[in-house]
């Protein structure tokens, strides 16, 4: 590893010093497509925009020589003519005999909500930073990418392979029509990429390994209608659900917080396993026709019946040492427990969906590839974490195949999906030098071994 390290170095001379000090140059620029991408609302759901922010990039990257494919994810979840599910996929040709590294960055962003001081949309500098809604997760990690292939065409730097860079939709509502429609159609593996950074904001100095486990499932309790004014002619699918509610507080989920994973998952107390119920529908639907004085819906007036359903939707996060199967067994016999002890007791359950642990070696030459770039840059040795939630990485890994994928980009982790989001500007130009330094040397490698 060290001769390795000696001949990147080498390889890095005083080209990478021309290099990073472009980079250094284009801080308005990368602050600027920052914006540009900011402000189109692509907010998801419902999928607003995202044609016009496919189009931006890829007319953006065509002009610099990229080779630029818009693809829709026809017929995928979410897909319909008012809401098209548009990703561009772009991608620039080296010498032969190289590899190929793939940037990858969602163009969706989860609605603004509530608490802002400024606009979401707006994009504002103050205090050297960006801020608005996907500044941080992830429009500013997609601008640092582009930033970055861009000038290591500029330098023209001679390397073997190929840069890529996708902007992908659905992210933030599971990847389906994004990154999981992609992998199936071969852009996600071997031989046409090699390597692949997800520029999520991990943070300047972090890489991110891979993410815990999911399982999201749906518990239906039964009951019998009746009216409310006699629950006893009836059997309520509500105090079922509470029995079985009552059983994942005082058993389950003490039993999770007791199992703890080796992986370096951030923020620390997400080394565990952990369950959360998502969601939780009894009895009639709230019908919303009627508006108050506000003119803001408002529920009409429910008829008294027991609940003859009630569903709940779980979120188990599972860690590296558990599997999928034990995850979901250890539900039933839950439910199977309370069928025996419980007159009236019974369930439904369904999968919703289910994804493994991931985790890329930490000696995967990507890894290596961007720590020996962050140590340039930073002049500090970069940090190794997990994810407590997936991300589009799970396509990568489970349909693309490819085990050599990492997340890493600019912004704070904990800003993302929050009011005031906001990305440093420095950390725009610092993960944009780290992400040249590590395409350039992931690229170059055999090629350069042969010119040196
Ligand atoms: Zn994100």
Known sequence: MLRQMASSHKLAGMNNDSLLKRIEAKRDEVVALTQDLVRIPTTNPPGDAYEACARLLGERLQKRGFAVEYIRAEGAPGDRDSHPRINVVARYEGQPGGECVHFNSHIDVVEPGSGWTTDPFGAEVRNGRVYGRGTCDMKGGLASSVIACEAILEEGLPFAGALEISGTVDEESGGFAGVGYLAERGYFSRPRVHHVIIPEPLGVDRICLGHRGVWW????????????????????????????????????????????????????????????????????????????????????????????????????????????????????????????????????????????????????????????????????????????????????????????????????????????????????????????????????????????
Not at 424 to 433: P, T
């Open 217 to 452: 499932g749906e518990v239906e309790t039964l009951g019998r209608i009746a009216h409310g004014s006699m629950p006893f002619l009836g059997d309520s699918a509500i105090n079922h659900m509470s029995a079985f509610i009552h059983l994942l507080e005082t058993q389950l989920q003490p039993r999770l917080s007791q199992r703890h994973t080796t992986e370096p998952v951030e923020p620390p107390g997400a080394r565990v396993s952990t369950l959360n119920i998502n969601s939780l529908h009894g009895g009639q639907v709230e019908q919303l026709f009627s508006l108050d004085a506000l003119n803001r819906p408002t529920g009409d007036l429910p008829s008294p019946v027991v609940a003859h359903s009630c569903r709940a939707v779980l979120d188990r996060r599972f860690i590296a040492e558990e599997n999928l199967e034990d995850v979901k067994a250890e539900i039933v016999a839950m439910l199977e427990e309370l069928k025996r002890s419980r007159p009236g007791f019974d369930y439904g359950i369904r999968d919703i969906m289910s994804f493994v642990p991931t985790a890329t070696p930490q000696d995967a030459p990507v890894v290596l590839a961007t720590a020996r770039a962050i140590a340039r840059v930073l002049g500090r040795e970069a940090s190794y974490i997990s994810s407590p939630g997936t991300y589009d990485q799970k396509h990568i890994v489970r349909t693309g195949k490819l085990d050599a994928c990492i997340a890493y980009g600019p912004g704070i982790l904990d800003l993302a999906h929050q009011p005031d989001e906001y990305v440093g500007i420095q950390e725009l130009v610092d993960s944009a030098k780290i992400m040249a330094l590590a395409a350039l040397s992931l690229t170059s490698g055999s090629q350069v071994a042969r010119v040196g």
